[in-house]
C-alpha cells in the first residue's frame, strides 16, 4: 500500500506545492537540501490535514522525524522509493505446553511499533501475534497472553488506572499466571510502579514493568532486548515484586531489574535512564542468565495468595520547596481541598520560616503533611537543625529516605484507607516494600562529574 491515491497524501497548499515542483512524492527516499548546505536523507512521511502546509517532513535514517520548512529547499534528490508497511506481520503464536505462562497488560508505549500511514508516528503493535511477528523470541520463552487496559501515553496514567491496573493484575494471578509483565510508557513508570508496589502486595510470582527509550523504528531501539528481558524475568526470574526492566548500562549487554519503590527515570533520553536510588538494583537480566545482585528480596512462591489493595485519595500533590517560596501556594491548597502535600525540602528536609504559619493552618486543617529530600540520595533527619525541629512540633512528618514521587503515590494510597492524623503518619512510616531502607549502600551513590581527569580515564575504559 502506498500513501492511498493521492500521491500527496495530507499535504496542502505551499508544500504540496513544493513536491509537486520538486517531483517527489510521499515515501519517496529522498536527499534535501537546504539553503544553508545542510542535507536530510529518509522517506517522505504523509501528513495529518491539519498540520500546516509549510514543511516537508521525512523519516531520516537514523528513526527521528524532522519537517524542512519550503521555502529553505534549494535542491530535492529521489534516491528510490518504498511502499509503506502499516502493520508488522502476525503469525499465530507458538505454544509450548511446558513453557510459563505469562500475561502482558498493556498501557500505552512503543516496546512493538508499526508506523501510522497517515503521519508517521509509531503505533504500539500489541497482539501476541503482533509481538511475535516482532520478536520471534518471546515463543522461546513462555506462552504469552495479552490484554490492552489502555491506550495513553504514560503522562496520562492517574489514579483510576492504576486500580484498574492493579486489579486486572490480582485476576491475571489468580488465573494462574506465572508472570506479570507491564507495557508502559518511560516518563511515569516510576510513579505507576511505585503505586502498584502498595496496591499489589503479597505476589506469588513477578509484576516487571518494561518499557523503552527509543521506539521500534530507530536503529538503536532498545524496545526488543527490554521486552525480551522483561519477560524472561517474569516467566523464570525469583523476584516476585513489581520491578522495573530496562537498560543496565548504554550497550546491549544486559537489563537491570529496579524495585518499584526505589526507582526513578533520570535522564530523557539515554536508553539507560533508570537508577536506583537510595539502594542496588536486584539483578542483571542477560538472554542467558540472571545475576542476583541482592538476596534481599521476596522471592517466587506460587503457593502464595495475592492481595490487592487499590484504594486512593486523589487530593495529594507535591510542594518542591525553593528559595522564597510563599506562603499563599500551601493556603490555596488547603482551600482547595487537597488532603496531604509532599514537600522535597532542601538539605535534610527544610523550608523557608515564612511557611510555618500556613504549613501549621494545614495541618490544623486535617492536611497531612510530609517530609522528603529533593537531594533524593539522604535521610530527612529534621532533629539535626532549629528549622527541622520546628517543623517536627508543627506536625510534619518526616519519611527518611522516601523519594517524593513514591512519597506522593503511598500517600494517595494511605489516605483512601483513612484520615486520622495519627493513622496517617503510622502507615507512612511503617514499610510495605523498601520505600524506607535503614541505611544506604556506600558504593551505591556515585556521581560521576564529566571534566575530572579521574573521571575521563574511568569513562575511557569503560563506556561502550
Known amino acids: 500500500m502506498s500513501g492511498g491515491q493521492d500521491p500527496f497524501k495530507g499535504y496542502k497548499g505551499r508544500a504540496r506545492q513544493a513536491l509537486e515542483r520538486l517531483g517527489v512524492k510521499v515515501w519517496s527516499d529522498v536527499r534535501l537540501t537546504n539553503d544553508s548546505g545542510s542535507t536530510f536523507e529518509g522517506f517522505v512521511l504523509p501528513r495529518s490535514e491539519t498540520y500546516d502546509d509549510l514543511h516537508i517532513v521525512i523519516k531520516m535514517r537514523n528513526g527521528y522525524n524532522v519537517g524542512v520548512h519550503v521555502d529553505r529547499i534549494t535542491r530535492a534528490e529521489v534516491l528510490g522509493y ?8 502476525e503469525k499465530g503464536f507458538p505454544r509450548q505446553p511446558s513453557l510459563p505462562y505469562v500475561t ?31 520478536v520471534p523470541e518471546l515463543a522461546d520463552i ?6 490492552k487496559l489502555f491506550g495513553v501515553f504514560s503522562e496520562n496514567m492517574g489514579w483510576t488506572e492504576y486500580c484498574t491496573l492493579a486489579e486486572a493484575i490480582g485476576r491475571e494471578i489468580r488465573a494462574g499466571a506465572d508472570g506479570i509483565v507491564i507495557g508502559h510508557g518511560t516518563d511515569t513508570m516510576g510513579h505507576t510502579a511505585a503505586v502498584l508496589s502498595f496496591m499489589v502486595q503479597n505476589s506469588p510470582v513477578p509484576i516487571i514493568m518494561v518499557g523503552s527509550q527509543r521506539s521500534s523504528d530507530r536503529p538503536s531501539s532498545d524496545a526488543a532486548l527490554n521486552l525480551i528481558h522483561a519477560v524472561r524475568a517474569a516467566a523464570f526470574g525469583d523476584i516476585a515484586e513489581v520491578l522495573i526492566c ?49 538476596d534481599d528480596y521476596l522471592p517466587r512462591d506460587k503457593t502464595r495468595q495475592v492481595k490487592v489493595d487499590a484504594v486512593y485519595d486523589d487530593r495529594v500533590t507535591i510542594l518542591y520547596y525553593y528559595p522564597g517560596m510563599k506562603p499563599d501556594l500551601v493556603d490555596s491548597l488547603v482551600d482547595l481541598g487537597y488532603r496531604g502535600i509532599v514537600i522535597a525540602g532542601t538539605g535534610l528536609g527544610h523550608v523557608n520560616r515564612p511557611l510555618y504559619p500556613a504549613l501549621k493552618r494545614a495541618v490544623q486543617h486535617g492536611v497531612h503533611v510530609v517530609m522528603t529530600v529533593q537531594t533524593l540520595w539522604g535521610y530527612a533527619q529534621m532533629y539535626v537543625y532549629d528549622t527541622g525541629r520546628d517543623l517536627l512540633d508543627l506536625g510534619v512528618v518526616p519519611l527518611d529516605n522516601m523519594l517524593p514521587e513514591t512519597a506522593l503515590m ?21 514499610v510495605v516494600n523498601h520505600e524506607i531502607t535503614p541505611r544506604e549502600p556506600h558504593m551505591g551513590y556515585l556521581i560521576l562529574q564529566g571534566g575530572l581527569p579521574e573521571t575521563e580515564q574511568w569513562v575511557m575504559q569503560n563506556w561502550k
Not at 518504498?82 to 506481520?89: D, G, Q, S, T
Not at 497488560?105 to 516482532?134: H, K, N
Request: glycine share 10%; net charge positive; charged share 25%.
Open 410 to 430: 503511598k500517600l494517595g494510597w494511605v489516605l483512601g484507607h483513612t484520615r486520622d492524623h495519627a493513622e496517617v503518619q503510622r502507615l507512612m512510616r511503617s
Open 246 to 294: 530496562m537498560f543496565g548500562p548504554t550497550s546491549d549487554s544486559y537489563d537491570l531489574l529496579h524495585r518499584g519503590t526505589r526507582c526513578r527515570k533520570m535522564h530523557s533520553s539515554y536508553r539507560s535512564t533508570f537508577r536506583t536510588i537510595g539502594d542496588l538494583p536486584l539483578c542483571r537480566v542477560s538472554r542467558d542468565a540472571f545475576d542476583l545482585i541482592t
Open 142 to 147: 513462555c506462552n504469552l497472553k495479552t490484554e
Open 104 to 134: 502482558l497488560l498493556g498501557t500505552g508505549g512503543t516496546i512493538a511499533s508499526r508506523l501510522d500511514y497517515r503521519t508517521g508516528a509509531v503505533i504500539p503493535a500489541f497482539t501476541p501475534g503482533e509481538l511475535y511477528g516482532a
Open 82 to 89: 518504498k511502499e509503506a508497511v502499516y502493520k508488522i506481520p
